[in-house]
């Protein structure tokens, strides 16, 4: 698959696929990672965006394909031989070495004898500096992966590659640490790969996102463009959550499709359509949860013109704080998911009260009513 088509950058993977016997891991890719940013590999377990991430550390040789880092080959390297540097899940510090001494090893190792200046830079850059004698077990699990963060980037790596860095810590811990890579990476300005299932992650941290799913980029691009503008059921599904409804195409009307669903019409932007647009066919209709508002049934005069409706029941509703979740069931569907901030609350918007959903059609998008459904979801993911 061709993601980009530009050969400039400081990663670019050209052909590169990953076979196990009669099973392949990563299916023949192009990918460019450019130069300064912070790049992430998203996807569930098992997608090969780990094998991708150690082909480009040379821990994997790759099946067909090369790796280039800046205008160097380095397909055939040994690890030790490329201009990067790798941050595990375990963080891997030397539990007998003070953390002065962790972020030191490579330098010593290299034969450099005075340290300490590019040592105390480090660990002020990572906010460690009055840590610098306490050992590995004395640091909370956020410390510790700075610490590793530092002893990798003190060798002046090319690339940063990051293997769920923060997969270890719990979620508010998970959540500093996002914006704390982000702002050392923003710092020191190399390049970073980052590799996580997790789409929050994903989406505080990088520049740019590929999405992969069975050994294939599904989809390449910034977080917002990939959240608003999904090409696939399994990108909309995967990335939050989507609500997908069947429909059929009627019309068109200038720039924009007339679609029917169980009776009612619904209007989609033919820019926000990746599927065929002929009369008679299908398509999913998708609109994120947060982008529709919920009117009870007795005000449903006062909606404005022009906006897409659906008539539905309440059947559960979840306070969450920010926001409350409603589930409504509806003729064209059951299910459909609707976030409503607690700003002004209705206080008849319950269970089993009958409801009107509504959104400007701007932000209704459309793809291809021939795949899954449910690909992406959690259900299916973990299936």
């Not at 941290?205 to 463009?225: I, K, W």
């Not at 990108?235 to 939050?240: D, E, P, S």
């Not at 926000?272 to 947060?290: D, K, Y």
Request: aromatic share 4%.
């Amino acid at each position: 698959m061709k993601t980009t088509p530009d050969n400039s950058g400081d990663v670019r993977l050209s052909g590169i696929s990953k076979t196990y016997g009669s099973f392949t891991a990563v299916h023949p890719l192009d990918l460019t990672v450019p130069e300064g940013s912070f790049f992430a590999l998203l996807g569930a377990s098992g997608c090969g965006k780990t094998t991708t991430l150690r082909m480009i550390a040379g821990l994997e040789e790759p099946t067909t394909g090369t790796v280039r880092l800046g205008d160097q080959d380095v397909t055939n390297l040994p690890p030790y031989k490329r201009p990067v540097n790798t941050v595990f899940q375990s963080y891997a510090l030397f539990p007998h070495l003070d953390i002065f001494e962790n972020v030191a090893f490579g330098l010593r190792r290299r034969g450099i004898k005075s340290v300490k200046k590019q040592v105390e830079d480090m660990l002020e850059l990572v906010q460690l500096g009055e840590q610098a004698r306490k050992r590995p077990h004395q640091l909370s699990g956020g410390q510790q992966q700075r610490v590793a963060v530092a002893r990798a980037l003190i060798n002046h790596p090319r690339v940063l590659l990051l293997d769920e860095p923060l997969g270890a810590l719990d979620l508010k811990l998970r959540r500093q640490m996002q914006l704390e890579l982000k702002r050392i990476q923003t710092e020191v300005g190399i390049t970073f790969v980052h590799v996580t299932h997790d789409q929050e992650e994903a989406m505080t941290m990088a520049d740019t996102v590929a999405v992969m799913n069975g050994g294939r980029v599904e989809q390449l691009g910034s977080p917002a463009d990939l959240y608003e503008n999904p090409q696939s059921t399994f990108v909309a599904n995967f990335l939050g959550t989507s609500n997908l409804i069947e429909a059929e195409v009627d019309t068109k009307n200038g720039d924009d499709i007339v679609l029917k669903a169980a009776g009612g019409k619904l209007v989609l932007p033919q820019a926000r359509c990746s599927a065929p647009t002929t009369a008679g066919g299908r398509v999913l209709v998708g609109i994120r949860p947060e982008k529709i508002s919920l009117t009870h049934a007795d005000d449903a005069g006062r909606i404005p013109e022009g906006r897409n409706r659906l008539t539905g029941k309440i059947a559960d509703a979840s306070f969450i704080g920010v926001s409350t979740q409603y589930v409504i069931d509806s003729p064209v569907c059951d299910g459909l998911a609707v976030y409503v901030q607690n700003v002004e609350r209705d206080g008849r918007l319950v269970p089993g009260a009958d409801v009107v959903l509504h959104w400007s059609p701007a932000h209704t998008f459309g793809l291809d009513a021939a795949q899954r459904i449910d690909a992406g979801t959690e259900e299916e993911v973990a299936a």
